[in-house]
């Protein structure tokens, strides 16, 4: 079964470290996002990416997050200058569609970045 | 997006059915009502997907009342491989773009 993988499994990098993370969708997906959970909390919506450009994004994707698909197959989220808050498990996610009342996005496995 | 009301946990023992039930009154008339599944440290992977009655697949049902205000899932014969955490999540994504917005959830353990 295809599926969304994503590098590294876990990062630690210092305050102020640009972070990029990467992620492979499913090969036939058009329509790729990420999101961020907290350890503790719920998981929330970052970011999603449409036809090479950000389709919508939360509050939380200010100027230091920037996302990228530099390639046919890769798809990856930079953090400029990283903070102490920024400590998450970020999730990759795609689907073939952006919905029509389906809600069925395949999410890798995460990468926990912790900023110390 | 309709907002949902679901438990924040629930306990079972393994080889129960488990019935988690969501609440979402203001739902729409074009909103679907899916469940997404989470493990430990791993990503949200999807489970069902509904708008009205019953719906079955090989992990779970649905069930949905004619006035689509609630919704349950059901578990039937849970195993310990189970106790995860599972989103009610109800809207129409064309909207909006596609996200998905995660309440708190239910958090299932289930016990030997």
């Known amino acids: 079964e295809p599926e969304v993988t994503q590098t590294p499994s876990h990062q630690v990098t210092q305050m102020g470290q640009e972070v990029i993370l990467r992620c492979v969708p499913i090969s036939n997906h058009l329509y790729f996002y990420w999101y961020r959970q907290i350890l503790g909390q719920k998981v929330e919506f970052l970011v999603s990416?449409?036809?090479?450009?950000?389709?919508?994004k939360s509050e939380i994707f200010d100027d230091q997050f920037s996302v990228e698909r530099p390639d046919g197959s890769n798809f990856t989220l930079k953090i400029r200058s990283t903070k102490l808050e920024d400590s998450a498990m970020y999730f990759c996610?795609?689907?073939?569609?952006?919905?029509?009342?389906?809600?069925?996005?395949?999410f890798g496995p995460g990468t926990r970045l912790t900023v110390t | 997006l309709a907002k949902t009301t679901q438990p924040i946990s629930m306990d079972s023992y393994e080889g129960q059915e488990v019935n988690i039930t969501c609440s979402h009154n203001?739902?729409?008339?074009?909103?679907?009502i899916t469940w997404y599944q989470q493990f430990p440290s791993q990503g949200p992977r999807f489970i069902i997907q509904g708008y009205k009655t019953k719906v079955t697949n090989e992990v779970a049902s649905l069930f949905i009342p004619a006035d689509r205000k609630s919704s349950t899932l059901s578990l039937p014969r849970v195993s310990l491989s189970d106790t995860a955490v599972y989103y009610c999540?109800?809207?129409?994504?064309?909207?909006?773009?596609?996200?998905?917005?995660f309440g708190q959830g239910t958090e299932l353990s289930v016990k030997p």
């Open positions: 990416f449409y036809n090479n450009e950000i389709s919508e």
């Open positions: 996610a795609s689907s073939d569609s952006p919905g029509t009342g389906t809600y069925e996005q395949y």
């Open positions: 203001n739902i729409a008339t074009n909103d679907y």
């Open positions: 999540l109800v809207g129409l994504l064309y909207n909006q773009g596609g996200k998905l917005i």
